[in-house]
């Protein structure tokens, strides 16, 4: 056969074009893209109708913890490698940059990545890079930046709450101005830690410890603040950042604000701002526990209302699902429910930040029928693609160069369902999202021309270890506004 793999009669949408396309793929690369007819005469291995559904470059997602030492509470992450990126190509997602987490007594980045690299390696179903977490900034860590990018890694992530992984003011702005020389997207956890701990005291003075008191204890001010900072911070060093899970509209202004001065000013959302608000987290025992992830769902529609405001005015690149996962009964380390000895009823502050969602992202945002299809492809897959350095080999359907990932979709929506978490392929005993009705889930997932999930055809059919490490290269999108040398002698 000329072809490994035909995909035919569908609707093509990508983040710039929608029309009726026929695809083949050699070698695991998009080999044509062409009006629909145009392959009858050409023989595959396998052809794929997508008669009536529609056809997007497979997910991006580009934040995902797995594998995570305890560093948000008490828990380490209930997934790994393994079940995390199967979780993944099951809910239509091809790609996902993890986390490649630093402690603050470590100080050396480049041997976080290989222990990293150690625990995803043979290990993946879906495609994988890594972002590096940084917590200890100190001279040797900044010194390998010119290292990670040899090895093929362009983002950090840095936080500006948590104990153990703050760093102050002046370490941020030691980390962008290497991140500047070395062409290194920062993505910025942006909530004022000070308030947190000072509001976290107040409640526990008062002995509030219900999940619903996550939400009093993180204020939309403290995320505000915060997102101000961190704007001023890389204004003042001129180089681009990614404010992370952004859930406030009003961190969302100040985010558009910046980009309408020009600033090099990207910002990231997800589905649990978009769903999910403080009535989740107040409910009967310790079942809110099951939403409480940082910064919080905030308080109702008129906030998922800005949210979604800003992904389609462009506010917000990407939308990633910040996939945090923990067990919710577990009576082991990792348990969502928080409770010891001293609090037989658990107490917010100790339960693990996060919630899972790799697997749901896709099938919520298009269930919902509230963005274009193109905005969909586009901040769901192509942005984190260009954000990240990884396009157009990823995020984009180019013949002859980009890989053949595809997220394969039912004819006009399916019957609606309703989500259970046992339809799921992560290690979690439970989704926030359970009992939500969908339209929409991916019909075929297709990593490299293998067809690595077919929801009527055996389900899951992806490999443990077919998963690729990719090497990224500078961001596509808009860098340093200056391309001189920042000019040290004005100080
Ligand atoms: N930040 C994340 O990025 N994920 C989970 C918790 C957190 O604070
Ligand atoms: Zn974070
Ligand atoms: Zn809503
Ligand atoms: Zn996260």
Request: glycine share 8%; charged share 25%.
């Amino acid at each position: 056969p000329e072809y490994d793999l035909l995909v035919l009669n569908g609707l093509v949408v990508t983040d710039n074009e929608t029309g009726e396309f026929d695809i083949a793929v050699k070698d695991g690369k998009i080999a044509e893209v062409v009006p629909r007819g145009s392959l009858k005469a050409h023989t595959a291995s396998k052809t794929i109708d997508a008669e009536g559904g529609m056809v997007m470059p497979g997910g991006v997602d580009a934040h995902v913890h797995l594998d995570e030492p305890p560093l948000f509470g008490k828990g380490a992450t209930a997934d790994n490698y393994e079940t995390g990126t199967r979780s993944a190509i099951c809910g239509g997602t091809t790609t996902l940059i993890t986390f490649a987490p630093q402690a603050k007594n470590q100080p050396s980045l480049l041997a976080c990545l290989e222990a990293t690299h150690a625990r995803a390696r043979d290990n993946c179903y879906s495609d994988y890079s890594f972002h590096l977490i940084c917590s200890n900034a100190g001279p040797q860590a900044i010194s390998e930046f010119a290292g990670l990018r040899a090895a093929g890694i362009s983002s950090l992530k840095i936080y500006m709450t948590y104990e153990a992984l703050q760093l102050k003011d002046s370490e941020i702005l030691d980390v962008l101005f290497e991140a500047r020389k070395q062409q290194i997207v920062t993505m910025i956890h942006a909530e004022n830690g000070a308030i947190i701990d000072w509001t976290i005291k107040k409640l526990e003075e008062k002995k509030l410890f219900a999940p619903k008191y996550h939400v009093t204890s993180h204020p939309p001010v403290a995320e505000i603040e915060a997102t101000y900072r961190a704007i001023s911070l890389s204004d003042f060093i001129d180089v681009p950042i990614l404010i992370v899970h952004v859930s406030s509209p009003s961190a969302a202004q100040h985010i558009n604000d910046a980009q309408r001065r020009g600033l090099p000013v990207y910002a990231e959302t997800c589905p649990q701002y978009l769903f999910l608000t403080r009535k989740d987290l107040d409910k009967p025992g310790f079942e809110g526990a099951k939403c409480v992830c940082s910064p919080p769902p905030r308080e109702g529609e008129q906030d998922h209302e800005g949210i979604w405001q800003g992904i389609e005015n462009g506010t917000f690149t990407v939308l990633s699902s910040d996939h945090c996962p923990f067990l919710f009964d577990n009576h082991e380390i990792g348990k969502k429910t928080s409770i010891t000895a001293e609090h037989p009823n658990g107490h917010f502050r100790y339960i693990p930040n996060g919630c899972p969602g790799v697997e749901t992202r896709l099938s919520l945002a298009l269930s919902a029928h509230r963005l274009q299809l193109q905005k969909f492809v586009e901040v769901t897959s192509t942005n984190a693609a260009k954000l990240y350095g990884l396009y157009p080999k990823k995020g984009a359907l180019v013949p002859g160069v980009s890989d053949a990932d595809l997220t394969i979709w039912y004819p006009e929506g399916m019957k609606e369902f309703t989500l259970k978490n046992e339809m799921l392929h992560h290690n979690v005993d439970y989704t926030p999202y359970e009992g939500k009705t969908l339209k929409q889930w991916p019909r075929y997932t297709v990593l490299r021309g293998e067809v690595v999930w077919a929801k009527d055809e055996g389900g899951l059919l992806g490999k443990k270890g077919y998963g690729q490490f990719l090497k990224r290269g500078v961001s596509s999108l808009a860098g340093s506004r200056s391309k001189e040398e920042w000019n040290v002698e004005d100080f």
